[in-house]
Structure formats: C-alpha cells, structure tokens
C-alpha cells in the first residue's frame, strides 16, 4: 500500500512539474496601440514607454501601430510633438489584452500667467467581451461635442451615427467584407475595409487645419472609452 501512495504521489508531482512548465511557457504579455489623432503641431508625434522611444522615426497623424507588446504592470506612456505640450499617462497593461491610447491636441485658454497654448490629452480605448458580428465603433477625440456620420449599407441606403466627444457609439456592419462608405456634412471620410469578424473602430479626429478626418482598424474585442 505504502508503495502505491508513493507512486501516486510521485505522479502528482510529475503532472504538477508539468502544468507549471506549460504556465511558464504560455504568453504573458499585454499589448498597447496607438491611433495618433493630434493634429496641430509640427514634425512627428514621439512616443516613449518607461522612457524609451518606440519608433526613432516617429508617427505621422492618423498613423495606427499593431500591438506593441509589453509585460504586464503599469507602465508610463509619453507622447510628444513641438507645438505642444507633452502629454502623459499610466497604462495598467493586463495578458492578453490591448489598450489602446489616442493622442490628441486640445487648444487651453489664456490666462494672467499663461498665454493660450495646445496641451497634448490622451483617450484610452479598453476592450470589452468579444462579439461574433461585425460592429463599427465610433469614437471622436474631435473639437465639436457631437459629429453625424452617416455610414451606407450593401443596398445603398445610409444610415446615421451620433458620436459624442471623447464617447464611443456601435452601429452593426451588413458589409461581409469589402469597404464601408462613410460621410459627414464636410464630405467623404475613409472607408472601412472590411474583412472577417470583429469591432472595427472608426477614430475621428481634427487635422491640423480643423477638418474632421478619420482612420480605421479592426480590433478583437469591443472597445469602450476610459
């Protein structure tokens, strides 16, 4: 009897030895991206993680990254271009999971001390459960508190989003995969290329002239505001 506890316990600890080693080996890491939506300014926008520079290149507005992995923790994010106030934040990168961070420039009033000046703000983007359909995910970092867009259907019939300022807002996509025509009162706005499911986020931002632009890409999960 003695004997076959022993083999039975050095049997536990074999299948514990083992699902430890496929802990270790699963992958740990988060993952930010950055959807650039800072319009004023001159030159790049530089972006820095606990102090160094992601891309020595620097990003141009309505670039979008891939996910930028990262091990888990908090970490601070900083985001500069001249003109511009530097602008800053801690990201809690969580396994498996994207945060996604939009710069944007945000004009600040004069005061006694202080002459009016852009100051760099940033909006982050968390996911939430996925969704088997494909949705579009509006979100505006645009100095107006609410833009129309009107996004057409495969029958060519429009229909109307109300996206509020530094909001989120869904609409379903009937597209399987192609490109989804969207508009505002200005004019045409980028299309959304459309291909397996998923939440395709639409960001719209102010370029440097004060035009309302937009950029895409698709995301696995839905996202909300933070």
Not at 15 to 25: C, D, I, K, S, Y
Not at 126 to 138: H, I, L, M, V, Y
Request: aromatic share 8%; with cysteine.
């Amino acid at each position: 009897m003695k004997t076959i506890f022993k083999m039975m316990r050095g049997w536990c600890i074999v299948a514990a030895l083992g699902l430890t080693a496929v802990a270790q080996e699963a992958p740990k890491n988060g993952f930010i991206r950055l959807a650039n939506g800072v319009g004023p300014g001159v030159g790049l926008l530089t972006m820095e993680v606990e102090g160094k520079s992601v891309n020595d290149t620097g990003y141009k507005v309505g670039d979008v990254t891939g996910g930028i992995s990262l091990p888990p923790g908090n970490c601070t994010v900083r985001f500069s271009r001249e003109g511009i106030k530097e602008g800053m934040t801690r990201v809690n990168v969580l396994p498996n999971e994207t945060t996604t961070l939009i710069p944007f420039a945000e004009m600040v009033p004069a005061t006694d001390e202080v002459p009016a000046h852009w100051e760099m703000r940033i909006l982050k983007l968390k996911q939430k459960d996925p969704q088997e359909e494909r949705t579009a995910t509006f979100v505006s970092v645009s100095k107006r508190p609410e833009i129309k867009v009107e996004m057409r259907d495969p029958e060519g019939n429009w229909t109307s989003i109300y996206v509020k300022r530094l909001a989120t807002s869904q609409a379903p996509i009937l597209y399987p995969r192609g490109y989804v025509p969207l508009k505002t009162a200005e004019g045409d706005l980028v299309s959304i290329p459309i291909s397996s499911p998923g939440t395709y986020v639409v960001l719209l931002y102010d370029d440097g002239e004060g035009k309302v632009q937009s950029l895409s890409f698709r995301d696995r999960k839905f996202v909300s505001a933070d």
